[in-house]
Each structure stands twice: as structure tokens, then as C-alpha cells.
């Protein structure tokens, strides 16, 4: 399979309040996946088509979602990707040429853990860049010669070298309590009131006595370090988005745990605080009352990071968390209080096949709208029920979760929303990863398709996640590099 990193190029004039840099993961700590793209309309969306004046290319495979950092001043910015082999790689923005590689250490061979779906195993998951320092902080899973490890890096984005005092041994950080070889780090990372936030959770076989785990280190004073850790087996914190937020707090999803009689943490939406202390009121946790039974069956209810939502109502905004198991069951949280076990505000079934990819969310003057990948369960008359679901968001006069439109995508990434001014021509954007391997484009008001170039992208991953900035949208692939012009 050829290597690819893909460039969806809009050639129109790009406005001063478009987003110009990416800095983490679906483009802000809320992961709500929305970016402004002066310019790209409805109609100036039909007219993607195949661009090859942008030429990009590096080895190794690639999971972690793309960043782009532009130098303060500078009107280049460096296209950030990092690969399964450990290598970073700064790219020019335009043009897709190296401007530095950075090789972080050996991966770790599949030969050298118990179980797993990805070899070698390096850098898996969404980097972050602390702007104000120029600085980019990732996690590797490393081959030493005391066996695999987890090293969390800085890396300075002037050069690519490594900062003083990094990277950080996560095991030898906490005291030997964290055990690299059971441990995966699938999450993006998140950079909150100083600290950088790491999630990890098991291998694919849940193999060995993994915790659902966030670490988080000072980025001023590496050597502080704090961490959460689940009480039972399992629980990991493993969806794609990460760790979230909304500003005032981090929340964070675990999986399904083993051998629990008692909830001891998983199948559950946690408010962390810095210091990451364990949750013990009722306001600051929710899970499902059939945690149980999630267990038993594999069904995670941390397949997709937590949503924060601010849903207009009757007397102003009601701060919300979305949460979306692999059952397809969807549930919506009061923000301020969680609810504890059975807490929910509303609970709905959005999709009849699992749901894992990262949803995306934009606001109408109807409401706020959720874009996710799935079959959806209650699908308008005569529309498909196979690959791409639009949630309505309601408070008035309850709290709801309606099924909007649905649309038809074989296999899909996680979707963004672009916007021509925060409102204006929203367009929901997605991959068929591992499906029919092409870029897809839907009216996010009526779930109209409006794009879906001929070009099939080769090296995509099934939780491929585009980015939009300035004038392109860029999706990190296994492979060489697409762009998409109108």
C-alpha cells in the first residue's frame, strides 16, 4: 500500500477570520470537528476536483490526525504528521516539501506485545501544539531495551528538536504502576491550563490488565505529573477524540471493564479536574444503569469522546455533554451535573450498528446539529440508513436527541462541518475510509450530497479525520499526497 497524505485545495480567497491553524485535535478542545472556509459555498463545493500541483511524501503508516501551525508573522505554515514508524515530519503547507523530520525511537513490533491490530505500533494518536510556545507534544510507543514504553515528547516546531527535560517515561512517572505493554494510546492529546493530557486504554483484544488511563504533565515543569487511573480492569479512554473540553473542565469517556460487581469507573462520562482526581459526587460522572451489561457484551460507551453543547433554549443556552456508545445509543448529560449512574436527560438509539468514529457539530438557527458516522436507526422516509447520521439537539420543552437527516457513505472517517462565516453554507465533509476510499460532501442542512470526486485516495484508515485550513481541507493517509482544487 502506497503512502499517502491527502490535500482537498480550494482556490478561493480565503478572509481574514478564516481558520488559519490547527492546533489539536478536530480543531478545538470541545472536538466539535467545525472550521470557517470563506469561499467554500454549496455551490463552489460540487467543483472539487483533483488537484496534482501539491506534492507531498514520507513513509509510514498513519493514524494520528494532522496539525498545522503557522510561525507568528508568517504567512507559510508547516503541515505536522506523525507516523506509526515514530518519525514527525513538518510540511510545507503550500507546496507539501519537508521542512524538518524528527525520529523519535523505534517502534514497537507486534512480535513485542500480547495482542494488538497495529504494527509497528509509534505514534497513533492526535498530537497537540501549545501555540504560545511553539511546541509540539505527542506520545510514542517506543522500543527500548527494557521492552515497550510510552514516552510522551515536546518538540520544538522551529526544528523538530527535542525540548529539555522530555520526553517523559510514563511508567518510570508513575512509579511503576502503568505497564507499557498492555497499554495503548489511541486518544488524542489536549493541552488544558498548562498541562498536556494523554489518554490511553488497551490494545485491540483487550489483552492483559490495562486501566483506562489520563496522565497529565506540566508543560512548564515535565517532571510534575499527575494521573487517573480506573479501579477495575479495563475502562480504557480510547475514542479517537480524546480527552475534551469545555473551557472550565476535561471530560473523558471509558470503555468496558472486566470482572466489575460494583461500578468501579468504566462505561462512564468523567468530569476531571487538572489535578486529575478521581470523580466521587454524582454531578462530576454518569453511566448507563446497564453498565453491566455494556460489560458483559463489549459494548463501550467510550467509543466517541464526550461533546460539550451549548443548545439554545426558552431562558439561554443549556450546557450539555453528547455521548455516543457502540450500541448506537446516544445520551445526553447535563454539563453542570452528570446525573451518576442513570442520570442521563435523554437517551435515544441514533444508530443500529456501532458508532465509534468522532462526531462532528455545527448550530443552526433551528438548533445544534451532530454529524456522526453510522446506520442510522430512525432515518426520515426514503432516506438511506448507511454510513452518515444528523443528530437534532433540543431542550425545548425537553431535552431530545432527533434524527435530522441521514445519508449514504460506504464505511466512513470521522465528519467535519465547514462553514463560510461560523453559519453560512454549512457542509458536512467526510472519507470513506476503507469503504470506497473517496471524499464525500453533504449540504449539512438538508443532508443533500453536493461532492463526491470520482478519485479513490489510497492509505486511508477507517478513522481518518480531515482538517480545513486557510483554503484546503488535508486528510493524513498512508501514501503520497491528493489535493482537491475548485
Request: hydrophobic share 45%; with cysteine; aromatic share 8%.
Amino acid at each position: 500500500m502506497r503512502n499517502t497524505l491527502v490535500a482537498v485545495s480550494f482556490l478561493c480567497a480565503a478572509a481574514a477570520h478564516a481558520d488559519q491553524t490547527v492546533l489539536t485535535y478536530h480543531g478545538a478542545l470541545d472536538r466539535a470537528g467545525r472550521y470557517v472556509a470563506p469561499g467554500l459555498t454549496w455551490e463552489r463545493a460540487r467543483g472539487v476536483r483533483l488537484d496534482p500541483s501539491f506534492h507531498a511524501a514520507f513513509p509510514g503508516r498513519v493514524y494520528a490526525q494532522p496539525l498545522l501551525w503557522r510561525r507568528p508573522g508568517s504567512a507559510g505554515g508547516a503541515l505536522i504528521v506523525a507516523t506509526e514508524d515514530n518519525d514527525v515530519f513538518a510540511l510545507d503547507a503550500r507546496s507539501g516539501e519537508e521542512i524538518w523530520k524528527r525520529a523519535l525511537g523505534p517502534p514497537v513490533p507486534r512480535s513485542a506485545l500480547p495482542c494488538g491490530n497495529v504494527s509497528p505500533l509509534g505514534v497513533t494518536g492526535a498530537p497537540v501544539i501549545d501555540d504560545q510556545r511553539a511546541t509540539l507534544y505527542l506520545d510514542a510507543a517506543v522500543m527500548r531495551a527494557n521492552g515497550p514504553r510510552h514516552e510522551i515528547f515536546a518538540l520544538s516546531l522551529a526544528d523538530g528538536a527535542i525540548a529539555p527535560g522530555w520526553p517523559i517515561d510514563v511508567a518510570t512517572a508513575l512509579g511503576g504502576r502503568f505497564d507499557p505493554p498492555v497499554q495503548s494510546q489511541r486518544g488524542a492529546l489536549a493541552l488544558f491550563k498548562g498541562e498536556v493530557f494523554v489518554p490511553f486504554g488497551g490494545h485491540w483484544g483487550d489483552c492483559g490488565a490495562y486501566h483506562g488511563y489520563v496522565v497529565g504533565v506540566s508543560v512548564d515543569d515535565p517532571g510534575k505529573v499527575a494521573s487517573f487511573s480506573t479501579r477495575a480492569r479495563g475502562g480504557g479512554v480510547w475514542a479517537q477524540g480524546g480527552v475534551s473540553g469545555d473551557g472550565e473542565s476535561l471530560f473523558a469517556v471509558t470503555g468496558n471493564t472486566f470482572g466489575a460487581t460494583a461500578w468501579s469507573d468504566g462505561e462512564a462520562v468523567l468530569r476531571l479536574s487538572p489535578e486529575l482526581a478521581r470523580p466521587s459526587e454524582s454531578r462530576d460522572f454518569f453511566a448507563p444503569l446497564d453498565w453491566r451489561e455494556l460489560d458483559r457484551r463489549d459494548l463501550d460507551l467510550g467509543g466517541t469522546a464526550a461533546i460539550p453543547l451549548d443548545a439554545p433554549g426558552p431562558h439561554g443556552a443549556r450546557k450539555l455533554i453528547l455521548a455516543v456508545g457502540k450500541t448506537g445509543e446516544a445520551y445526553l448529560l447535563d454539563r453542570d451535573d452528570l446525573g451518576g449512574v442513570g442520570g442521563a436527560l435523554a437517551t435515544a438509539r441514533v444508530a443500529t450498528n456501532t458508532a465509534i468514529a468522532s462526531p462532528a457539530v455545527w448550530s443552526a438557527a433551528d438548533g445544534v446539529f451532530v454529524a456522526l458516522q453510522g446506520d442510522g436507526a430512525h432515518c426520515p422516509p426514503g432516506e438511506p440508513a448507511d454510513g452518515l447520521i444528523a443528530l437534532k439537539i433540543r431542550v425545548d420543552p425537553a431535552p431530545a436527541i432527533e434524527t435530522a437527516w441521514c445519508a449514504s457513505v460506504p464505511r466512513a472517517g470521522a465528519p467535519i462541518v465547514t462553514t463560510t462565516d461560523g453559519r453560512s453554507d454549512p457542509i458536512v465533509w467526510v472519507v470513506a475510509a476503507e469503504g470506497d476510499n473517496r471524499l464525500h460532501a453533504f449540504r449539512a442542512d438538508t443532508g443533500e450530497p453536493i461532492a463526491a470526486p470520482p478519485e479513490t485516495l489510497r492509505g486511508l484508515h477507517h478513522f481518518q479525520t480531515l482538517i480545513a485550513a486557510g483554503d484546503r481541507l488535508y486528510v493524513a493517509a498512508d501514501g503520497t499526497i491528493y489535493a482537491f482544487a475548485f
